[in-house]
Each structure stands twice: as C-alpha cells, then as structure tokens.
C-alpha cells in the first residue's frame, strides 16, 4: 500500500458539481480532498474484500444468536422493538448495503473499527465521483470499489420494490443525505423503480387509515431511510412502526447490527478473531461517556 502526494485538478470543484456531487465544501471546508490518495497491490486487495466478507459471515452468525439468546438488553432495544427485528430476521428482509470502517496498514491483518450497517454515506463519492478523478488523473488505473453496479444490481434483485413507489427519504437540512439518497434514488430509476422523494419531516402518519402518507395523502408502502433505525424508533411515530405498515430499506434487523454494541459481543462470540479488536462493555461504555463529555464541551 503506497500513499501518493498529489497536486488537486484546478476545477475540482466545478467537475464534481458535474457529476452531481453538490457537497463537495461542508461548513465552509473541503470535504473533498485530493491532496493523497493510496495504490494498493492485487494480494491487499483481495485481503480486504476476504476480510470483508468473513466480517459480514461473522455479524449474521451474530445477529442469529443474539435472537437465540435473546440478548436485546444489551443493545438496549425494547421488547416491542426486539420482536420486530426477531420478524425481520426470520423473513430474511433484503437488505441494501453496509459500510465496514477497517484500520489496516497493509502489513498486519485489516481491523475493524465499525461496522455502519444501517446508514452508512460516503457512496457518490467513493463511486462516481472518485471514478471520474481517476480517469483524468490515472486513465490506466483501475478503481477498487464496484459500489455503483452492486447497487444497481440490488435494486433490480429485490422484488417487492416493484409493487409499488419507493420512497427516499432524509433530513431536510443535510446536504450530504440528501446528496446521498438523490444518487441512490437514481440508480433506483436506472433499475427502473418509480421513485419518489420526501423528507423525513414532511412524512405523515393517517390515523383512521394506519398508514404512512405524504404531502398529497398518497400512502407510502415502500420506504428508502437514510435515517438510523434508532432515531426512528424514539421519533413520536415510532410506535407505529411495530405494525408494519411500510417496507423498509434498511430492514429492522439492522437494529442490531448498527448498534455500536456489536462489537463487545463479537469480540465475545469469536474471541482472538484477527480481525476484530479487544472489546468489552465496560471499555464500551466508558468510551461512550468520554465522547458525552468531549460533546458536551463544545
């Protein structure tokens, strides 16, 4: 693995307002920085897609014992909660996509950090937008990633998204969300889904009708939520959530794999596993209070 100094492409920014890739400053910085970038060998390459996968072997052998063993305590997900991800899990409900964060230095085996299974960015730009970079300033060069036609292929391989309109929804006030599920919604219509999108505000709930509908009371069955499961679930509406009244991208059970307690009880589950990192709920939860504190100081 080699880290490359490079110099950026003087109209960065006007090239990745043209592959729609509007968020490129946040907060009055570069968010996108092509100051360095890193070539890897075919053998680490091949290390992080086995890795990857073996991770994610490992977190559904986990999600199915923890279900087992009724271990939703820990991840602090209610009764009502537990059983919907207990429904989720035993109807196989499809699932989109996930993000692992590894540590990995191309020496000692990859390590991983997080596992953001539920609301995981970052795909624009490492799909297109790290595309069309490359092939100005490495046309020979190959790009690591396929994120783009996997997902694609995910939106064409799941069937019910053809019943009816999906919905993509956000926050309203986040740029780099609402970047995110545009992109995702586009390749939804490539995959040719109808397609709709709302904000995650302007989303209602009809009481006489126990359904979710938006600004023209059309009911929305089918639902994309670049939203966390958990922020979901404490929301007013979140209640009516426990009937099913929508299909969610990403399905229930991602509840417990988003849940940062995974990784105490992975290290428990397979202890010593090369890619996983020492890890308890103590080290769990004081890391937990230091981050309140460093947040509250701000």
Known sequence: MERIILEPIADWQQKCEEVGFHFSY?????YWNEGACYCFSVQELD????????????CLEAIDRIIREERFQQLCISPDFAELCRRSWERDDPTLYGRFDLAYDG?????????????????????VVQWT???????????????????????????????QTLYFTCVRDSKEDLGTVEYLRDLAIQAGLETQHIFIEDIGWSRSEEVFCDLDNQVIQSLFKL??????????FGQYLLTEPVR????????????????????????????????????????????????SDV
């Not at 946040?26 to 570069?30: A, E, G, S, T, Y």
């Not at 939203?227 to 007013?236: G, K």
């Open 227 to 236: 939203y966390p499961w958990e922020w979901l679930i404490r929301e007013p």
């Open 107 to 127: 020496k000692n085996p990859p390590k991983l950090l997080e596992y953001n299974a539920d609301t995981p960015t970052a795909l624009l730009e490492a799909s």
């Open 248 to 295: 969610l991208l990403e399905p229930a059970w991602k509840l417990i794999l988003s849940n940062k307690a995974i990784l105490p009880i992975l290290w428990e589950f397979f202890p010593n596993h090369p890619n996983l990192l020492p890890s308890s709920f103590n080290a769990f939860q004081l890391s937990n209070l230091s981050q309140l504190a460093r947040r």
């Open 26 to 30: 946040l907060n009055d910085r570069p």
């Open 133 to 163: 970079w490359l092939e100005e300033v490495f046309p020979t060069a190959d790009q690591f990633n396929s994120i783009h036609e996997k997902l694609l292929t995910a939106f064409q391989e799941i069937d019910w998204l053809r019943e």
């Open 47 to 58: 290390e992080l897609e086995q890795v990857t996968e073996d991770l994610h072997q490992l």
